[in-house]
T-cell receptor
Framework: KQEVTQIPAALSVPEGENLVLNCSFT??????LQWFRQDPGKGLTSLLL?????REQTSGRLNASLDKSSGRSTLYIAASQPGDSATYLC??????????FGRGTSLIVHP | GAVVSQHPSRVICKSGTSVKIECRSL??????MFWYRQFPKQSLMLMAT?????????EQGVEKDKFLINHASLTLSTLTVTSAHPEDSSFYIC????????????FGPGTRLLVL
């Protein structure tokens, strides 16, 4: 059974810092991996999708990497801003396309 | 990108009543949609997989008679919470899989259900 762990569970940083959020998974037989953002009381917004054949994806200040062999993915946020405050979820998609989610990292960026 | 909508966004109902939540893929066809439930400060938990034209597949521990799922078209799936009780109060999110793209799942904005 796939298990997804996200570390840290919570993070509070001053504005401007570069951040690394970690996601680890136990079964490397994945189809792709997605990072999502969730604002309080809201649904999910997809940030980055990494196919199993890829090693990283970039979108603006966000960069996600994937190392299947070690079962790890990282989400790098450059020059963090207060608007980045949210919960960040990692989801691992197997071939069945039914994802397993981590519990998320709750991020607060204070001015 | 592709958009998935949910309606209503928020609903308050009395215990014992039924509530229907709609999930629509607005600009793509989705033969498969997923329904999730999220309790406060917890991750999403898959409830069921909805396939167009066939019965939904429910996850272990999810009562199919209580959470009725209908996927009548390629763009619409509905979740009906029957005889709702306060413990059904939760955040319900649907997602739709775009088979034409990178097999990405697009998530709806969620529906917050409060049962009094």
């Amino acid at each position: 059974k796939q298990e997804v762990t996200q570390i840290p569970a919570a993070l509070s940083v001053p504005e401007g810092e570069n951040l690394v959020l970690n996601c680890s998974f136990t079964d490397s037989a994945i189809y792709n991996l997605q990072w999502f953002r969730q604002d309080p009381g809201k649904g999910l917004t997809s940030l980055l999708l990494i196919q199993s054949s890829q090693r990283e994806q970039t979108s603006g200040r966000l960069n996600a990497s994937l190392d299947k062999s070690s079962g790890r993915s990282t989400l790098y946020i450059a020059a963090s801003q207060p608007g980045d405050s949210a919960t960040y979820l990692c989801a691992v998609m197997p071939g069945s396309y039914i994802p397993t989610f981590g519990r998320g990292t709750s991020l607060i960026v204070h001015p | 990108g592709a958009v998935v909508s949910q309606h209503p966004s928020r609903v308050i109902c009395k215990s014992g009543t039924s509530v229907k939540i709609e999930c629509r893929s607005l600009d793509f066809q989705a033969t498969t949609m997923f329904w999730y439930r999220q309790f406060p400060k917890q991750s999403l938990m898959l409830m069921a997989t909805s396939n167009e034209g066939s019965k939904a597949t429910y996850e272990q521990g999810v009562e199919k008679d209580k959470f009725l799922i209908n996927h009548a078209s390629l763009t619409l799936s509905t979740l009906t919470v029957t005889s709702a009780h306060p413990e059904d109060s939760s955040f319900y999110i649907c997602s739709a899989r775009d088979q034409g793209g990178q097999e990405t799942q697009y998530f709806g904005p969620g529906t917050r259900l409060l049962v009094l």
